[in-house]
Nanobody, 127 residues
């Protein structure tokens, strides 16, 4: 059973920084692709960043590239999302997820889903 618990969300002013944490069950990182997602009220869930099993390659949404960094500490079983230069449009509930799989194909490209999700942590950025 994979358990994920996020923390670190807060209210900050634009231009500020936050680091989100996601405590995970042991061995989660070595087995699964991990991701950070966010969802603002009235909006669809948006993928923010992913990291390959074992902490290899990373990917970022265009809206956060250069400002956010995903990383993991295998010894602490913790996934991080470092967020710099925060903007009001970054305001959302942030979720970590584990165990990515291909849910279906759309126009020949895989559409991924995740099997395990945390409860979320709120980030609010004021202008």
């Amino acid at each position: 059973q994979v358990q994920l618990v996020e923390s670190g969300g807060d209210s900050v002013q634009a231009g500020g920084s936050l680091r989100l944490s996601c405590a995970a069950s042991k061995y989660t990182f070595s087995r699964y692709c991990m991701g950070w997602f966010r969802q603002a009220p009235g909006n669809k869930r948006e993928g923010v960043a992913t990291i390959a099993p074992g902490g290899g390659s990373t990917t970022y949404a265009a809206s956060v590239k250069g400002r956010f960094t995903i990383s993991q500490d295998n010894a602490k079983n913790t996934l991080y999302l470092r967020m710099n230069s925060l903007k009001p449009e970054d305001t959302a509930m942030y979720y970590c997820a584990a165990d990515r799989f291909i849910a279906y194909y759309k126009s020949g490209s895989p559409v991924y889903e995740y099997r395990h999700w945390g409860q979320g942590t709120q980030v609010t950025v004021s202008s």
